[in-house]
Nanobody, 125 residues
């Protein structure tokens, strides 16, 4: 059974940082591109960032460029999201997801095969 387990969320003041982790039980983790999405109350789930199977390529939403960095370590089946200069509008539940697709397809939540349960990030002003 495939599991994606996020951790690292919490409450932080505006301007602060958090690092999210997502541990995957995928047997062939390195065959999957990984993505982070977020969903704020009353809003649609939106793309945040994605990373290719080997970490060589990434995509990021305009709203987080220059502040958030996605990375992965295939040796430990984990993908990370380093979030700096956090803003109150970054408050959401953050989800990691896995897909066999790549390219701009990874910007679409419908492209993903597996999802984690999410971790709450709250940024206070």
């Amino acid at each position: 059974q495939v599991q994606l387990v996020e951790s690292g969320g919490g409450l932080v003041q505006a301007g602060g940082s958090l690092r999210l982790s997502c541990a995957a039980s995928l047997r062939t983790f390195s065959n999957y591109a990984m993505g982070w999405f977020r969903q704020a109350p009353g809003k649609e789930r939106e793309f945040v960032a994605s990373i290719s199977w080997n970490g060589g390529s990434t995509y990021s939403a305009d709203s987080v460029k220059g502040r958030f960095t996605i990375s992965r370590n295939n040796a430990v089946n984990t993908v990370y999201l380093q979030m700096n200069s956090l803003k109150p509008e970054d408050t959401a539940v953050y989800y990691c997801a896995a897909t066999v697709a790549w390219g701009t397809a990874t910007l679409a939540k419908g492209s993903y095969d597996y999802w984690g349960q999410g971790t709450q990030v709250t940024v206070s002003s």
